[in-house]
């Protein structure tokens, strides 16, 4: 009897475990699936449902506009190839993010007394004055010439900045730049500090002036309390990622030449420089100008540039097209903005890619969450492409060629509704668009008009 039962406990263990983990699933459009994670988020974040007040009609007006988005992303399944880089940035960015939740998100602890000090720390503001250094020694250096006698400004100069050219920016206590916060709140105006590091980059500061707001009470702390915990564990979570990867990742992360730098900086700035003119668009590194320089005929773009701690590789061209479909914009305002934007753009295309390299280590490239990020912004690209055929340079002002091609497709297709699940389903509407925490002017979850002016018949799923 006692062999049957450890019998039995191994046949659990080694096949209940291996259960496959599955979305719960809104309505399927053959065989799409609009998950209930797509449906919660795009009814959280989609400004276009704020005109309806009433929670149903809202819910069945989402509904239909995903259905139609299913429908038209069918037509545009031709132009897979075309969505392709786009996708593949799209699923790195969800991986990322998804080490973030799994991995940094659960080692952040948020107490009362944090909360206060965090409290009384938001009531001012540095004003700061700042070098950056790429590498530790450089920084040193620079540190000892200040030691020695070097003013702050002597030391701008001998670096290429003048009075009006120099680096300032207002740090808040927000948790966007926890190493950096930490020094500044702890000088006081006219100040330098020592090389502080944040992320790979390390930098000396000067805090030239503050701004406090002297008012303080219980209810303006309880007023501001979400708002507080929100920046804290941002703040929180910056500081375990950087516990993790200086544990976890070699320092420096990655090889990269300066010299190519500057030669691939001085190509890219002439090229969009040069599209800038001709179009008279403030635009960045698009794929439309990453694929004019794939046209160029440079020995240049097909050079190694940089080398991560794994051992990977990245020629000129394999970096530019990372930057061409990434979500990190450039100043076009002028040369010296974009060389600037360009070097911020290249330093977190790089830092996302160590972040990435650990959680593909943790295979997270097929976690759940991945999988259904890759499906939401797929279909919603090819809806794209879908829409484009359909309207063929019509406005889409006019939604009669839309309402057309739905009347005509939705009784071809297999569609289900797990009504159910519907009806049960209670969330609260945001009425606006929100942008990915971790990667900068990308939206969180695809936005797009309803479209809810055709027929539409389908199954019950329950």
Known sequence: MKNMLVGLLIIIVLFGCQKKEELPVVARVDGKEIT??????????????????QPDSAKKALLKSLIAEKLIALKGQTEQKQIADLLEAYKREAIIEAFWKEVIEPRVKIDEKELREAYFRSKTKKIVQYLLFTDAQEAERAAKLLNEGMSFEELAQLRGFDSQTILSDTIEFNGTLPAIEDQVFKMKPGEISQPVQEGFYYFILKVTGERIDLFTSENDFNARLYSLRKKLKRRKMQEAMAEYLAHNVPSPPYQISKEKIKKTLQMVENAIMAEQDKLQKNEGLTADIYNSLQRMESSLLNEPIVTFY????????QLLKRMAFASYPLRMENR????????????????????LNEAKKRNLQNSLYVK???????????????LAQILRGKSLFDPQPVYQYLNQTASQYTIQVNTTLLETLKIKKTDMAVLKQHFPGRIAVPVFPLLTKYRLTYERMD
Do not use: C, H
Not at 310 to 317: E, F, H, N, P, V
Not at 336 to 355: E, H, M, P, T
């Open 36 to 53: 209930l994670q797509e449906f919660e988020l795009s009814y959280q974040f989609n400004p276009f449902l704020s005109r309806i007040k």
């Open 310 to 317: 794994d051992g990977q590789t990245w020629t000129i061209r």
């Open 336 to 355: 010296g903005l974009f060389r600037k934007s360009f070097l911020l753009a290249l330093r977190n295309v790089l830092d996302d890619q160590v972040i």
């Open 372 to 386: 259904q990020q890759v499906a939401m912004w797929r279909d919603y690209l090819l809806f794209k492409k879908g």
